[in-house]
């Protein structure tokens, strides 16, 4: 788990009665304060659930040099074109 020592930043946050209740049974049962139960809380809430792998570059397409027929004859378009449909219907048999 990762540990934050860091700066602190006020905020306030709702809470139904209960789960209030609960949690302050809980931080005088541990002797913490309300704020250092609901930030352990949140630590193991985050522990659980991390945050997606980020890329480190945006996905770009390839340039439209790279992609295409350019430069291919009507009949090497029309062989290529034969061809995928034949990998095309090995995948799906």
Same mark, same amino acid.
């Given at each position: 788990?990762?540990?934050?020592?860091?700066?602190?930043?006020?905020?306030?946050?709702?809470?139904?009665?209960?789960?209030?209740?609960?949690?302050?049974?809980?931080?005088?049962?541990?002797?913490?304060?309300?704020?250092?139960?609901?930030?352990?809380?949140?630590?193991?809430?985050?522990?659980?659930?991390?945050?997606?792998?980020?890329?480190?570059?945006?996905?770009?397409?390839? &340039? &439209?040099?790279?992609?295409?027929?350019?430069?291919?004859?009507?009949?090497?378009?029309?062989?290529?074109?034969?061809?995928?449909?034949?990998?095309? &219907?090995?995948?799906?048999?």
């Amino acid at each position: 788990m990762e540990v934050y020592n860091c700066r602190m930043i006020k905020t306030q946050i709702q809470l139904p009665d209960a789960l209030y209740r609960d949690l302050k049974r809980l931080a005088a049962t541990k002797e913490w304060s309300l704020a250092e139960t609901l930030r352990r809380a949140a630590e193991q809430f985050l522990a659980r659930h991390p945050a997606p792998a980020t890329r480190a570059l945006p996905w770009q397409p390839p &340039s &439209s040099d790279a992609v295409g027929w350019r430069g291919l004859t009507h009949e090497e378009v029309h062989e290529r074109a034969l061809e995928d449909m034949e990998f095309s &219907s090995e995948g799906r048999a």
